[in-house]
Nanobody, 119 residues
Framework: VQLQASGGGLVQAGESLRHTCTAS????????MGWFRQAPGNEREFVAG???????HYANAVKGRFTISRDNAKNTVYLQMNNLKPEDTAVYYC??????????????WGQGTQVTVSS
């Protein structure tokens, strides 16, 4: 699966951004779609994921501020990021996990999109 992501940018603290990630093929049957992020000097970390049945999960750091949604008809996953904080600054990567098991052979990544939040 090829993933095309968009929506990064430079914003001030408290503002919002919306990420979009569209797959090249149908996402019906792909268990999990979601987002990771990587800040300079840090490892890539989980941000949010949503299953094919619509069950969403979030990292504690973004709960209450970020909302993930999925439109299977458009092969697209969205990440609405509200009340952004400087610590949200990172490169964001969308991904699909075909069976939701975290196996490398099941996972595809989109290109990273930079989010920079100034204080």
């Amino acid at each position: 699966v090829q993933l095309q992501a968009s929506g990064g940018g430079l914003v001030q603290a408290g503002e919002s951004l919306r990420h979009t990630c569209t797959a090249s093929t149908t996402v019906n049957g792909i268990d999990v779609m979601g987002w990771f992020r990587q800040a300079p000097g840090n490892e890539r970390e989980f941000v949010a994921g949503i299953t094919d049945r619509g069950s969403a999960h979030y990292a504690n750091a973004v709960k209450g501020r970020f909302t993930i949604s999925r439109d299977n008809a458009k092969n697209t996953v969205y990440l609405q990021m509200n009340n952004l904080k400087p610590e949200d600054t990172a490169v964001y990567y969308c991904h699909t996990d075909r069976r939701g098991l975290g196996l490398k052979t099941d996972i595809d990544w989109g290109q990273g999109t930079q989010v920079t939040v100034s204080s």
